[in-house]
């Protein structure tokens, strides 16, 4: 035979119930004001992040460029040494030539 619910049990019931259904309020509540913000700001993280992104993007672009001019300006560099080099040799090769060297020269050839 089934128990029957004493009048204490039966008020214990309805106050657990209505806590419960109060915090079930709450917590739609809660979920209600959370979704309203997530939809809020994440559109806005969103961009934030792709406007990120597209810095570093334009960042690594630049540091790109930077390292193709270095690398231009080396080889110029080194170009302007290889001329420096050359012009060198020219100017001791002019101070190796005298005129009596180069009549030795021409007497040899004949």
């Known amino acids: 035979m089934p128990k029957t619910i004493t009048h204490d049990e039966l008020q214990f019931i309805e106050h657990a119930n209505k806590i419960l259904n109060e915090h079930a309020e709450l917590v739609k509540y809660v979920i209600n004001e959370t979704e309203g913000m ?12 792709k406007a990120i992104v597209n810095i570093r993007t334009e960042f690594s672009q630049e540091v790109i460029h930077i390292a193709q001019s270095l690398r231009e300006l080396k080889s110029i560099t080194g170009q302007t040494q290889e001329l420096i080099n050359f012009s060198s040799a020219l100017i001791k090769l002019n101070e190796i030539l005298t005129p009596e060297l180069i009549e030795k020269l021409n007497k040899l050839n004949k």
């Open 38 to 49: 997530l939809n809020t700001y994440v559109p806005v993280l969103k961009t934030y992040i």
